[in-house]
């Protein structure tokens, strides 16, 4: 999921009520505006693990 906020107050706002809900993986501000993507906390691991390549073990 994906939102935008016209400011930081904003965005801190929205996460203070909804941080037990969700879980924020990208945030990116672009001439002041801030832009989030987000997802529900239980989806979390399968999103953070989606690119996540595990090194190789070396002796």
């Given at each position: 999921m994906e939102q935008s906020f016209e400011n930081w107050t904003d965005y801190d706002n929205w996460l203070v009520q909804n941080y037990d809900n969700f879980s924020i993986y990208k945030v990116q501000e672009?001439?002041?505006k801030?832009?989030?993507e987000y997802c529900p906390k239980s989806e979390f691991p399968a999103?953070?693990?989606k690119?996540?390549?595990k090194p190789e073990r070396r002796i």
């Open positions: 672009t001439d002041g801030i832009t989030i999103i953070r693990d690119d996540y390549k």
